[in-house]
Every structure is written in structure tokens, then in C-alpha cells.
């Protein structure tokens, strides 16, 4: 079984930077493919960022050349550097890593852009 757990939201003003973390158990965490995903109020679930076990990253459009994903396989971590941040960036952050064929969704982290 694998848990994904996400730390490092919070309230942050415009042009700011948060770094988000997603820690998870098992052997074969350095396997994986790790996303983030983002849902804002009424809206749907949609994609940031992935990363594979190779390190190949895909990214939205929306936060190209502002967030960037990485992994450290020694401590199971997904990380979220998110650099000038703007309002629209609010939403519950969610880490998704696939153990194939099992999706696991951690419970999310707020972020909140606001001045």
C-alpha cells in the first residue's frame, strides 16, 4: 500500500514561493511516476506536473518556467518549488503517484495566493 502524504501549503502573497512535499512509503517509490495536481473551488482536478522515475518532467502551460518538480529517491520525496505565485494559483494541491496499475491520491494541501 502506498500513501502519499502532502506538507508545505499555505498562505502566500502574490510573487511569492511556496515549496510543496509529497513523502510516501514503499520499495518502490524510485519506480514510480509522482504528479501534483491541482483543484481550485468548483472547478476540476487538473494536472501541474509529473515526473517519472527517469526524471522526465511534464509541466502545464500555466505554470511553465514558474514551478519546478523533482524527486529525492533516498527520502521518498516529490517536491513542488512554485515560484512567482499568483491568485489563480490558489487551489488544494494534491500528490498522485502511480504504482502500476494503482493510482494513489494523498489528501491534499491548501494553497492560497493572496495579498
Given at each position: ?26 520499495s518502490r517509490f524510485s519506480t514510480n511516476t509522482v504528479g ?38 533516498t527520502k521518498n520525496t516529490v517536491y513542488l518549488q512554485m ?33
Amino acid at each position: 500500500q502506498v500513501q502519499p502524504v502532502e506538507s508545505g501549503g499555505g498562505l502566500v502573497q502574490p510573487g511569492g514561493s511556496l515549496r510543496l512535499s509529497c513523502a510516501a512509503s514503499g520499495s518502490r517509490f524510485s519506480t514510480n511516476t509522482v504528479g501534483w495536481y491541482r483543484q481550485a473551488p468548483g472547478k476540476q482536478r487538473d494536472l501541474v506536473a509529473t515526473i517519472t522515475y527517469s526524471n522526465r518532467t511534464i509541466y502545464a502551460d500555466s505554470v511553465k518556467g514558474r514551478f519546478t518538480i523533482s524527486r529525492d529517491n533516498t527520502k521518498n520525496t516529490v517536491y513542488l518549488q512554485m515560484n512567482s505565485l499568483k491568485p489563480e494559483d490558489t487551489a488544494v494541491y494534491y500528490c498522485n503517484i502511480l504504482s502500476v496499475p494503482q493510482h494513489y491520491w494523498g489528501q491534499g494541501t491548501q494553497v492560497t495566493v493572496s495579498s
